[in-house]
C-alpha cells in the first residue's frame, strides 16, 4: 500500500516540486492551494483539495478529503505561506498585515498539524510518519521592510520544536527545512536585488536555490531515512548561514 503525503502549498514553487517528489519516489499526494485548480498538472496518484490553510474549515476540509481518497496520512509537509502583499518598514507595519500573514504561515501551519498529528496517532503504527515544515532564512535572519514575515516564520520554528517534543513518543519525526534564496513567484519581485547580492558574494555557493533543491531535503527528512533526527533545522541556503569574514 502507497504511502501517503499532504502538501499544502501545491499550486507553485515549493510546494509543486515537493509533491512531484513524492509521487516521483511512489507517495500518493493530496495537496492543498487557494486557488481553484492546479495550474500546472501532476502525473501520478494525486488530489487537489481548494482551501485557505488560515480557515479552520478548509483545515478541516482537507484532512478530511484526503483521509476519504487515501485512508490515512503518512507525511505532512507545511509549505503554504505569504509574504507581506506590501513591503514596510517596521515602523509603519500594519496589523491588518501583520495578521494576514501570520494567519496562514503561523496559524495555520500549527493547526493543521495539530489536526494530522491527532489523525496520525488515532491511526496507530506511527512509527516513521514525519511531519516537515517549509520556515526560512527568515526565521533568524532580520529584514526590516518585511517584519511580518521574519516573526511568522521564527513562529514556524517553535511549531517545529514544540511538536518533535510532544509526538517523539510516537515515532513521528517532525523536522524543517529553512530555504535561502529560492527562484519561486514570492521572489521574483526582487530578482535583480538578489542577482546583484549573489553576484556580490553573499553565498557560497554562487547561485539562487531552485524548488527542487527545497524538495530533495524534505523528502531525505520525511522519507525514514534520518530515523534518529527530530526538531532539527536544515539549512538549504547555498550556504547563506555561515558567518563569514
Do not use: H
Given at each position: 500500500m502507497k504511502k501517503v503525503a499532504l502538501v499544502t502549498g501545491v499550486a507553485g514553487g515549493i510546494g509543486f516540486a515537493t509533491a512531484q517528489k513524492f509521487l516521483a519516489e511512489g507517495y500518493a499526494v493530496c495537496g492543498m492551494d487557494v486557488l481553484p485548480q492546479m495550474p500546472r498538472p501532476l502525473s501520478g496518484d494525486f488530489t487537489y483539495v481548494q482551501g485557505d490553510?488560515?480557515?479552520?474549515?478548509?483545515?478541516?476540509?482537507y484532512l478530511a478529503c484526503a483521509l476519504k481518497t487515501f485512508g490515512k496520512v503518512d507525511v505532512l509537509v507545511n509549505v503554504a505561506g505569504v509574504a507581506p502583499r506590501v513591503r514596510n518598514d517596521l515602523l509603519m507595519m500594519t496589523e491588518e498585515s501583520y495578521d494576514f500573514v501570520m494567519d496562514i504561515n503561523t496559524k495555520g501551519t500549527l493547526f493543521l498539524t495539530q489536526a494530522v498529528a491527532n489523525e496520525m496517532i488515532k491511526e496507530g503504527e506511527t512509527q516513521g510518519k514525519a511531519i516537515?515544515?517549509?520556515?526560512?532564512?527568515?526565521?533568524?535572519?532580520?529584514?526590516?521592510?518585511?517584519?511580518?514575515?521574519?516573526?511568522?516564520?521564527?513562529?514556524?520554528?517553535?511549531?517545529?520544536?514544540?511538536?518533535?517534543?510532544?509526538?517523539?513518543?510516537y515515532g513521528i519525526t517532525v523536522n524543517e527545512?529553512?530555504?535561502?534564496?529560492?527562484?519561486?513567484?514570492?521572489?521574483?519581485?526582487?530578482?535583480?536585488?538578489?542577482?546583484?547580492?549573489?553576484?556580490?558574494?553573499?553565498?557560497?555557493?554562487?547561485?539562487?536555490?531552485?524548488?527542487?533543491?527545497?524538495?530533495?531535503?524534505?523528502?531525505?527528512?520525511?522519507?525514514?531515512?534520518?530515523?534518529?533526527?527530530?526538531?532539527?533545522?536544515l539549512d538549504v541556503d547555498g550556504g547563506f548561514h555561515i558567518q563569514r569574514l
Open positions: 490553510l488560515s480557515k479552520a474549515e478548509s483545515r478541516e476540509n516537515v515544515n517549509i520556515s526560512s532564512m527568515s526565521a533568524y535572519t532580520s529584514s526590516v521592510s518585511r517584519g511580518e514575515y521574519c516573526v511568522s516564520k521564527a513562529g514556524v520554528s517553535m511549531v517545529t520544536t514544540l511538536f518533535a517534543d510532544r509526538l517523539a513518543e527545512v529553512r530555504p535561502g534564496i529560492i527562484q519561486t513567484g514570492m521572489t521574483e519581485k526582487v530578482k535583480e536585488k538578489y542577482d546583484n547580492l549573489i553576484a556580490g558574494g553573499l553565498l557560497p555557493i554562487k547561485r539562487w536555490g531552485t524548488p527542487e533543491d527545497i524538495a530533495a531535503a524534505v523528502y531525505a527528512l520525511a522519507s525514514g531515512a534520518l530515523p534518529y533526527v527530530t526538531g532539527q533545522s
